[in-house]
Every structure is written in structure tokens, then in C-alpha cells.
């Protein structure tokens, strides 16, 4: 239910313009890598998340206004482990209602974080029920829509394999302005299977979350948003519409930061926490040796055996597991990492300065786990078609998946629990698509063999400009609502999305 306006008479751009930041940018590889704290439980597997503003020293010497999970960006990483519940309760404390998504995460509907599953500010009612904002709160008019005051419990069974997950807001036309102004932190999965393993641990393994953002000349996060709560850009609809991108790379909300290692294996754990921007990274020594990229694991966790990428794409919301060995860096010397489809300053990502030599009892085993499902496309009792592409919605340019836009009260695709099934998406633009509930394996790409980075059991899946492709996947663990969507922040907000109910 977004505002009309000229730009919605003419068609999208096919990637987003990236947004210039007006203020003057820090050198890169000089910000130390901050590394997001560990959040401590209140209690035996409860805990406490307070959504709130704060005022952040993201570029040294500015003050940017965030809102946040917890005070941080990213907001505090969750750790869990496997055949544990948790709860997670969140405190709303921001200017507008909020929805919390655990992304990967095998929850039941009621925690799932469904876009129109509110959590309201206290004070939300009488700040907006008289005054009539119709189209800001639409969500609400979603008559299965469970809305909350102040705060929510979210509660995770944790019934699944050890992997990086990260939990963001996801409400209803509004996930990716409420992300790119700082509501995403980090969810690992821990079990025995990858504590047996010796793979990089403590200290030399490393979560990083790489996200695109653009700064106005104050310090202040640049977005054209539409939300009339917020600073507006009038009239910016088409960057919204194609996607976000940002001039300044942030790990783990550092602009392009620098981390000391050791000269031994580490183990990075990459998610693309960015709203729109595609990334191709490589590994390259100051003199310009590539160093291999060995995956050992995807968005749902470790794979059968590792994979080794000279370079590895990655979309947003995909998570990618790898092993980094810095042993043939004499010390002093330098690793960056740097993004093959980025110019200029979106080139750098970040950089490794190696400090000292040590002892490293670390290893990559050639089988890394034997319980991936064994779907065969014979298992399969249906196969589905979907297209994603530039559509209607409400009457103006969004975009769409089997030609419809997002409805929270239409049901799109029902599904059998214990179905597996074969779905094959096609997609005009690159369009990462994000099923919730379930893992999947791609079974296929542009009608040939999927790529090495498909490997494994994932939850998104990059479709690039006019290409198709099958995954395959039972839809097991629980009965309800859930969603699948573009996870182009942008197109999920113009009506990328649809219900899969599962019964
Ligand atoms: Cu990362 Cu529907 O979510
Ligand atoms: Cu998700
Ligand atoms: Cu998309």
C-alpha cells in the first residue's frame, strides 16, 4: 500500500543506482573488525532483546542515528545448540511496529515472524489509530494477524543442524528500510556432529556480515524511504523499486575494517546482510596470489564434503561456511578480500593483516557430515513453476511471483507436511529466493548442473538475470503459515513474497 508517483509510470531499473554518501569516506582496511558479542541468557534459555535507537560511530568521527537490536550493529549473536529451545523475548522500543524473522530457522508459525505479526510500540494506538494512516499500517488489516504490544516471546525448538542463521525485522512493506537501518544480528546453530570435526574455533573463527549502506553529510544513514513516519525522499521510487545499493562495505558494521590473524586456518562464516547488493569474493595476498576459498558449509550447515572456490557469489541472506589458510602469508603480510563485481570503493570488502606464525590443530576433514537428506527428483510428488518478475502492484510497478504480489490474506501455495517437492523458478532480474521453514538442494541451474557454491543444503537460492532453476526439498517440521520470497530486500517489500501454508 505504498504512495503513487510519476516514477511508477515507467519501467523499474533492472539493478538499483548505487547512492552516493555525501560526507568524506575513511581509507579502507583501518577500522579494526569488531566482532558482535555473544548474547548471555537470562535464565537456562531465555533471553532478552531490546529493539531500541541508538546513535552509532559506524564511519570514525560521525554519529549515525540506527535502530537496533540491543544498543548494536549488528545486533548481539545468538548462540544455540541443537535439541535446545530457546526464547527469545523482544522489547520494542522504536517509533514503529516491528516483526522479528529467525532466517533459517526451522521455527513453528507462531514465532516465524509472519509480516503482519506486529509487534506495536506502547504508545502505537494512540499515536496512529485515531489519525488514519491508512496504507502505513495495511498489515494490520490481515484478520489472522496476531499484534502485540510492547513485546513478544519468540520461542525456537532449535530441532535443526548447527549453521549460521541471522534474525531480522520482517514487516510488512517495511523489512528493508528497518534492515538497512540496523535490524539484523547473527543466530549460530551448534551441535556435536561439527564439534567433532576440529575445524577453526574461538578466536579463529570469525562471523561476518557484510552489508552495503550510504551516509548523508552528517553521518546519518541515507535511504530514500517511502514510510511516512520517517524522513522521506520524495519521489525517490525507483532505486527503492530496483533495490538499494550502498557506496560503503560494512563487516560486521565496520566500514571496510582490518583483522589481525594468525598464520594458520580460519573459519569465516559470511552471511550477505545487505538489502540488495551481490557480492563475488575473493581471497588475494598483497602480491596477487588468490588464495582457495574451501566451503565447508551453507546456509543450513556443514556440507558432505568441502568445496574449493578461487572466488564465491553470494547474495543476500545467503551464508556461506569457509575455511581461510593464511599459513603461506609471511607474517606482516596482507589478505583482502575484495568483491570481483564491485568498482571503486565497493571493490574492497575488508583485509587480514597476518600478525605472527602459530601452531595450528585445526583441520578440513574430506567428509565433513553424512546426514544431508538424499532427495531424488523421483521423490517428488508435485513439481511447481514460478516466475519472479517486474509486475503490478497496487496498480503501479512492483514485483511479482506467479504474477501476483504480495497478499497476507490470499493463500498461494498449500503444501502436504512430509511432501517433497520440486519447484522450478525463473527469474527475469537476479532475484535471491528465500524459502522460510525448510532447507533445500538446487537440483538444477539455467536446465544444466547446479554450480560448486549450490552445494549443500540451502535456504536461499541466487536465480541470476533470465535464469531458472529447480530445488528440491520436503516440507517437514510444522503445520501453518510461512512464506517464500525475493530476498532483495527491496522487491520483497514491492511485493515479492507469497504464502506457503503447509497443512
Ligand atoms: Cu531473511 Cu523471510 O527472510
Ligand atoms: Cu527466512
Ligand atoms: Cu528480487
Same mark, same amino acid.
Given at each position: 500500500?505504498?504512495?503513487?508517483?510519476?516514477?511508477?509510470?515507467?519501467?523499474?531499473?533492472?539493478?538499483?543506482?548505487?547512492?552516493?554518501?555525501?560526507?568524506?569516506?575513511?581509507?579502507?582496511?583501518?577500522?579494526?573488525?569488531?566482532?558482535?558479542?555473544?548474547?548471555?541468557?537470562?535464565?537456562?534459555?531465555?533471553?532478552?532483546?531490546?529493539?531500541?535507537?541508538?546513535?552509532?560511530?559506524?564511519?570514525?568521527?560521525?554519529?549515525?542515528?540506527?535502530?537496533?537490536?540491543?544498543?548494536?550493529?549488528?545486533?548481539?549473536?545468538?548462540?544455540?545448540?541443537?535439541?535446545?529451545?530457546?526464547?527469545?523475548?523482544?522489547?520494542?522500543?522504536?517509533?514503529?511496529?516491528?516483526?522479528?524473522?529467525?532466517?533459517?530457522?526451522?521455527?513453528?508459525?507462531?514465532?516465524?515472524?509472519?509480516?503482519?505479526?506486529?509487534?506495536?510500540?506502547?504508545?502505537?494506538?494512540?499515536?496512529?489509530?485515531?489519525?488514519?494512516?491508512?496504507?502505513?499500517?495495511?498489515?494490520?488489516?490481515?484478520?489472522?494477524?496476531?499484534?502485540?504490544?510492547?513485546?513478544?516471546?519468540?520461542?525456537?525448538?532449535?530441532?535443526?543442524?548447527?549453521?549460521?542463521?541471522?534474525?531480522?525485522?520482517?514487516?510488512?512493506?517495511?523489512?528493508?528500510?528497518?534492515?538497512?537501518?540496523?535490524?539484523?544480528?547473527?543466530?549460530?546453530?551448534?551441535?556435536?556432529?561439527?564439534?567433532?570435526?576440529? +575445524? $577453526?574455533?574461538? !578466536?579463529? =573463527?570469525?562471523?561476518?556480515? &557484510?552489508? %552495503?549502506?550510504?551516509?548523508?553529510?552528517? /553521518?546519518?544513514?541515507?535511504?530514500?524511504?517511502?514510510?511516512?513516519?520517517?524522513?522521506?525522499?520524495?519521489?525517490?521510487?525507483?532505486?527503492?523499486?530496483?533495490?538499494?545499493?550502498?557506496?560503503?562495505?560494512?563487516?560486521?558494521?565496520?566500514?571496510?575494517?582490518?583483522?589481525?590473524?594468525?598464520?594458520?586456518?580460519?573459519?569465516?562464516?559470511?552471511?550477505?546482510?545487505?538489502?540488495?547488493?551481490?557480492?563475488?569474493?575473493?581471497?588475494?595476498?598483497?602480491?596477487?596470489?588468490?588464495?582457495?576459498?574451501?566451503?565447508?558449509?551453507?546456509?543450513?550447515?556443514?556440507?558432505?564434503?568441502?568445496?574449493?572456490?578461487?572466488? +564465491? $557469489?553470494?547474495? !543476500?541472506? =545467503?551464508?556461506?561456511?569457509? &575455511?581461510? %589458510?593464511?599459513?603461506?602469508?609471511?607474517? /606482516?603480510?596482507?589478505?583482502?578480500?575484495?568483491?570481483?563485481?564491485?568498482?571503486?570503493?565497493?571493490?574492497?570488502?575488508?583485509?587480514?593483516?597476518?600478525?605472527?606464525?602459530?601452531?595450528?590443530?585445526?583441520?578440513?576433514?574430506?567428509?565433513?557430515?553424512?546426514?544431508?537428506?538424499?532427495?531424488?527428483?523421483?521423490?517428488?510428488?508435485?513439481?511447481?513453476?514460478?516466475?519472479?518478475?517486474?509486475?503490478?502492484?497496487?496498480?503501479?510497478?512492483?514485483?511479482?511471483?506467479?504474477?501476483?504480489?504480495?497478499?497476507?490474506?490470499?493463500?498461494?501455495?498449500?503444501?502436504?507436511?512430509?511432501?517433497?517437492?520440486?519447484?522450478? +523458478?525463473?527469474?527475469?532480474?537476479?532475484?535471491?529466493?528465500?524459502?522460510?521453514?525448510?532447507?533445500?538442494?538446487?537440483?538444477?541451474?539455467?536446465?544444466?548442473?547446479?554450480?560448486?557454491?549450490?552445494?549443500?543444503?540451502?535456504?536461499?537460492?541466487?536465480?541470476?538475470?533470465?535464469?531458472?532453476?529447480?530445488?528440491?526439498?520436503?516440507?517437514?517440521?510444522?503445520?501453518?503459515?510461512?512464506?517464500?520470497?525475493?530476498?532483495?530486500?527491496?522487491?520483497?517489500?514491492?511485493?515479492?513474497?507469497?504464502?506457503?501454508?503447509?497443512?
Amino acid at each position: 500500500g505504498l504512495a503513487t508517483s510519476a516514477a511508477l509510470s515507467r519501467r523499474p531499473a533492472m539493478t538499483g543506482a548505487v547512492l552516493r554518501s555525501a560526507l568524506p569516506l575513511p581509507p579502507a582496511f583501518q577500522v579494526p573488525l569488531p566482532i558482535p558479542a555473544v548474547l548471555k541468557p537470562v535464565s537456562t534459555g531465555r533471553y532478552e532483546i531490546t529493539q531500541r535507537e541508538a546513535v552509532l560511530e559506524v564511519l570514525p568521527g560521525f554519529k549515525t542515528p540506527m535502530w537496533t537490536y540491543d544498543g548494536t550493529f549488528p545486533g548481539p549473536t545468538i548462540e544455540s545448540r541443537r535439541g535446545r529451545p530457546i526464547t527469545v523475548t523482544h522489547r520494542n522500543e522504536l517509533p514503529v511496529p516491528t516483526v522479528v524473522h529467525l532466517h533459517g530457522g526451522r521455527s513453528t508459525p507462531e514465532s516465524d515472524g509472519y509480516p503482519t505479526d506486529l509487534v506495536v510500540p506502547e504508545n502505537w494506538g494512540a499515536m496512529h489509530h485515531g489519525g488514519g494512516h491508512g496504507g502505513e499500517h495495511s498489515g494490520m488489516q490481515d484478520p489472522r494477524a496476531v499484534v502485540t504490544t510492547l513485546t513478544r516471546d519468540y520461542t525456537f525448538p532449535t530441532d535443526q543442524r548447527a549453521a549460521l542463521l541471522w534474525y531480522h525485522d520482517h514487516r510488512m512493506d517495511f523489512t528493508a528500510p528497518a534492515i538497512w537501518r540496523g535490524l539484523a544480528g547473527l543466530h549460530i546453530v551448534r551441535d556435536d556432529l561439527e564439534d567433532s570435526l576440529d +575445524l $577453526p574455533s574461538g !578466536p579463529r =573463527e570469525l562471523p561476518l556480515l &557484510i552489508a %552495503d549502506r550510504s551516509f548523508t553529510a552528517d /553521518g546519518s544513514l541515507d535511504y530514500p524511504s517511502l514510510d511516512p513516519t520517517l524522513r522521506t525522499t520524495p519521489g525517490v521510487r525507483e532505486p527503492y523499486l530496483a533495490g538499494v545499493l550502498g557506496d560503503v562495505i560494512l563487516v560486521n558494521g565496520s566500514p571496510w575494517p582490518v583483522h589481525e590473524v594468525d598464520a594458520a586456518r580460519y573459519r569465516l562464516r559470511i552471511l550477505n546482510a545487505s538489502n540488495a547488493r551481490h557480492y563475488e569474493l575473493e581471497a588475494v595476498t598483497d602480491d596477487g596470489r588468490r588464495l582457495d576459498l574451501v566451503q565447508v558449509g551453507a546456509d543450513q550447515g556443514l556440507l558432505a564434503a568441502p568445496v574449493t572456490h578461487q572466488h +564465491l $557469489p553470494i547474495a !543476500p541472506a =545467503e551464508r556461506y561456511d569457509v &575455511i581461510l %589458510d593464511f599459513a603461506s602469508v609471511e607474517v /606482516g603480510g596482507r589478505v583482502r578480500i575484495l568483491n570481483r563485481l564491485g568498482d571503486g570503493r565497493t571493490r574492497d570488502v575488508m583485509a587480514f593483516r597476518v600478525a605472527r606464525t602459530a601452531k595450528d590443530d585445526s583441520r578440513v576433514p574430506a567428509v565433513l557430515a553424512n546426514d544431508l537428506p538424499t532427495w531424488q527428483r523421483s521423490d517428488a510428488i508435485r513439481v511447481r513453476d514460478f516466475s519472479l518478475r517486474a509486475g503490478q502492484m497496487n496498480g503501479g510497478h512492483g514485483w511479482v511471483i506467479g504474477g501476483r504480489s504480495f497478499d497476507p490474506a490470499r493463500s498461494d501455495v498449500t503444501v502436504r507436511l512430509g511432501d517433497v517437492e520440486v519447484w522450478r +523458478l525463473i527469474a527475469d532480474v537476479h532475484h535471491p529466493v528465500h524459502l522460510h521453514l525448510v532447507g533445500f538442494q538446487v537440483l538444477s541451474r539455467g536446465g544444466g548442473s547446479p554450480l560448486p557454491h549450490d552445494a549443500g543444503l540451502k535456504d536461499t537460492v541466487s536465480l541470476r538475470p533470465g535464469e531458472s532453476a529447480e530445488i528440491i526439498t520436503r516440507f517437514d517440521g510444522y503445520r501453518g503459515r510461512y512464506l517464500f520470497h525475493c530476498h532483495n530486500a527491496e522487491h520483497e517489500d514491492m511485493g515479492m513474497m507469497a504464502n506457503l501454508e503447509i497443512v
